[in-house]
């Protein structure tokens, strides 16, 4: 049963849009993340965040930028698309330091 | 490299046939989970398992940590067990780190 949830499902954008993808968790954890899976299937860390620390995976360019307003919610937003963004955005919650996370069913990305 | 290596990249089965699916880790391991992805591209969590043998329904885990190993058992398998499973590990931190899948395709 999803206790994680994500808008919108598919989104199809030109180069140098903005976008933002919504990300929301009613399992009253504190922790949360968002992963980017490529067209390889390999899915990788962007961020980790808490209401006491953001962690940034270094590789990340910095036109995405994670955007939270309480511990259920953590929004993904790139500024400025770029073909290379076409992937599935996964998001997931966990209580932090407890490790086992739940995941999202994705935002796919495409960028024409 | 990769830190989280994956075995077999691909599967086929036919019904009923039991599978075994292998990840390795280059680094010392914490903990990890093991992952089922649909085709349409959800994660489902399978197993977290710091150590040892878990069992839910027709699915087996072990996690030897020392050997920085864990298999997936899938006994008679089915149609509906098509798909990719996914293993994992938690890096120092909360970041999870993944290997590149199993693909398993389960014919009648």
């Known amino acids: 049963e999803t206790a994680v949830f994500q808008t919108p499902n598919y989104h199809v954008t030109q180069v140098g849009n903005e976008v933002s993808f919504n990300c929301k968790q009613t399992?009253?954890?504190?922790?949360m993340y968002w992963y980017k899976q490529d067209s390889k299937k390999l899915l990788k860390i962007m961020f980790s965040?808490?209401?006491?620390?953001?962690?940034v995976n270094e590789t990340v360019p910095r036109r995405f930028s994670p955007q939270s307003s309480d511990k259920a919610h953590l929004n993904l937003r790139i500024k400025s698309v770029e073909p290379e963004d076409s992937a599935v955005y996964l998001c997931?919650?966990?209580?932090?330091?407890?490790?086992?996370?739940?995941f999202g069913p994705g935002t796919r990305l495409t960028v024409l | 490299g990769q830190q989280v290596q994956q075995s077999p990249a691909s599967l086929v089965l036919q019904e009923g046939e039991n599978a075994e699916l292998q990840c390795n880790f280059s680094?010392?391991?914490?903990?990890m989970q093991w992952f089922y992805q649909r085709p349409e591209g959800s994660l489902v969590s399978l197993f977290y398992?710091?150590?040892g043998t878990k069992q839910s329904g027709r699915l087996t885990s072990t996690t030897v940590i020392k050997e920085r190993r864990s298999s997936l058992h899938i006994s008679s398998s089915q149609i509906t067990d098509s798909g990719t499973y996914l293993c994992?590990?938690?890096?120092?931190?909360?970041?999870?780190?993944f290997g590149t899948g199993t693909t398993v395709s389960v014919s009648p």
């Open positions: 997931a919650s966990s209580y932090d330091r407890v490790y086992e996370q739940y």
């Open positions: 399992l009253g954890h504190d922790t």
């Open positions: 965040y808490n209401n006491k620390q953001l962690i």
């Open positions: 680094t010392s391991l914490n903990s």
């Open positions: 398992n710091p150590s």
């Open positions: 994992a590990h938690y890096q120092g931190g909360r970041a999870l780190i």
